[in-house]
């Protein structure tokens, strides 16, 4: 059974930073692509960020690119999100998700679909 454990979450003022962090287990983590999404209240949950299972692509959304880092490490079977200069549009429950693919080459939404129990994220201004 996939378990995807979010933690990181928290308050943090704007133009601060968080490091959220996603402990994956009963699957083959290493095999395949990881990503975050965000649902802010009211709306719908949205892609953020995805990597594939090498770490050699990434596809982020325009709003978080620059700002936002998504990160693996296949050892510890740990997928994380760096977000830097936080924006109070930023603030979401965030989820950590595993692609249902093995080894693909690119980042999709819909191939997503194994999730964490997500992390509250609120950046005050």
């Known amino acids: 059974q996939v378990q995807l454990v979010e933690s990181g979450g928290g308050l943090a003022q704007a133009g601060g930073s968080l490091r959220l962090s996603c402990a994956a287990s009963?699957?083959?983590?290493?095999?395949?692509?990881m990503g975050w999404f965000r649902q802010a209240p009211g709306k719908e949950r949205e892609f953020v960020t995805g990597?594939?299972?090498?770490?050699?692509?990434?596809r982020t959304i325009d709003s978080v690119k620059g700002r936002f880092t998504i990160l693996r490490d296949n050892a510890k079977n740990t997928v994380y999100l760096q977000m830097n200069n936080l924006k109070p549009e930023d603030t979401a429950v965030y989820y950590c998700?595993?692609?249902?693919?093995?080894?693909?080459?690119?980042?999709?939404?819909?191939?997503?679909?194994?999730w964490g129990q997500g992390t509250q994220v609120t950046v005050s201004s």
């Open positions: 009963g699957l083959s983590f290493s095999s395949v692509a």
């Open positions: 990597i594939t299972w090498n770490g050699g692509s990434s």
């Open positions: 998700a595993a692609d249902q693919k093995l080894f693909s080459l690119v980042v999709r939404d819909a191939d997503f679909g194994s």
